[in-house]
């Protein structure tokens, strides 16, 4: 397998979480977003939505799309298991990853911020400002969905989750981990988000999480 | 089941398609954004994102995010199916349901509209045209990817698509329907993707789709 990623990008993080979980081996293939890559004809013309990440099969095929990505991995290479078993457990999960994808890192990667300061004119301290509110807003959403998973799981009698649901990294753990990376970088604060941060720090301490973070990765820049 | 729902809201919209074609019987709650109904604390309280929609199940679990929502639906009434049998079909269905739900629909909720006209000081028009911008952009690239599918069908030897993927409507077109209803509302061209409309008006066609539409629900407004 082969995967177009940037080291920065938050959705190609997520992939290669999933791929260092399995123990997946692939080609890194580094695409710089800054520098307007992801736009050479050659890229564009293979994956429809000009984004990374984009995986490529053994047999060739281009999968545009981190979580489409991450459950076709799921699904070919079922163990170690990023879903748990029962559908309301898949639906848990599933749920956390989208409140990461859908509401919080979409308002924040580089060509929505280019458009605020580009287009709409916005200065650096507004383009901030959006950033902080966005993911800061996100995380607390983040924060109480877990809050209620916790008490469901103690009032079903199951032992209170280590990472963001259950004894074993996830999907909500794939997306969280680059959102947090993120959230870092430009200063959010992450106070008062005790089990989102509790997930976070169990999900570091595993080599998977390490080997695919920004840092590791061949395109990294000093 | 129940489902909070808000007759606009485009995610609200997915679930009512499948659950409509899936022929699952739900009650109907309305939860009204534009009057603030869900930050109403008996709402806020069980869902973590306090957003619609939101899926009560028949054991009384609260399930948020319309993607997770559908994928469980799935996977408890697994017929009519709305994903494809294998796992590279799935993913390409899977990955233009996410071009929707993850590239174009967030930058264009109200929340973020007001933020816009509200915090950054946009104008109205400033706003239409931030919404018309990200509703093309990302229409555009779903068109090219329906492009890239066709031909990897044909190299297959499989039938050209009449919806968005293959011949019956799956998450794709779940996603995608609610986006075309958002997109003449604000009256975005939408000329120039052929493939993406003829799945639209295909979905259209069928009965699920026109029962589940913002018109046909009992909160809708005239």
Redesign the interface.
Same mark, same amino acid.
């Given at each position: 397998m082969k995967l177009y990623s940037y080291f920065r990008s938050s959705a190609s993080f997520r992939v290669r979480i999933a791929l260092q979980i399995k123990g997946l081996p692939y080609d890194y293939q580094a695409v710089h977003l800054l520098r307007g890559e992801h736009r050479d004809p050659a890229y564009?013309s293979?994956v /429809?939505?000009?984004?990374v990440p984009a995986l490529v099969?053994d +047999?060739g095929? !281009?999968?545009?799309?981190?979580?489409?990505?991450m +459950? *076709?991995l799921e699904?070919?290479h079922p163990t170690p298991a990023l879903l748990p078993a029962t559908?309301?457990a898949?639906? =848990?999960v =599933? /749920?956390l990853?989208?409140?990461v994808?859908? +509401?919080i890192?979409?308002?924040n990667n580089p060509r !929505?911020l280019k *458009?605020?300061t580009g287009? #709409?004119g916005?200065d650096e301290e507004?383009k901030t400002?959006?950033y902080r509110?966005w993911v800061r807003q996100g995380l607390e959403?983040?924060e =109480?969905? #877990?809050?209620?998973l916790a008490a +469901?799981r103690q009032a079903a009698g199951d032992s209170p989750s280590v990472y963001c649901w259950g004894e074993s990294p996830t999907l909500a753990d794939c997306c969280l981990v680059p959102q947090i990376f993120n959230a870092r970088r430009f200063e959010v604060p992450l106070a008062g988000l005790p089990l989102t941060m509790a997930a976070f720090d169990a999900c570091m301490a595993l080599p998977a999480f390490q080997q695919a973070q920004p840092s590791a990765c061949p395109d990294h820049q000093i």
């Open positions: 564009a293979m /429809g939505d000009a984004l099969t +047999e095929a !281009v999968l545009p799309q981190s979580m489409a990505i +459950e *076709y699904e070919l559908p309301l898949r639906a =848990r =599933r /749920g990853a989208q409140m994808a859908c +509401e890192h979409p308002l !929505v *458009y605020l287009t #709409l916005a507004a400002t959006w509110h959403a983040f =109480r969905q #877990l809050v209620l +469901e």
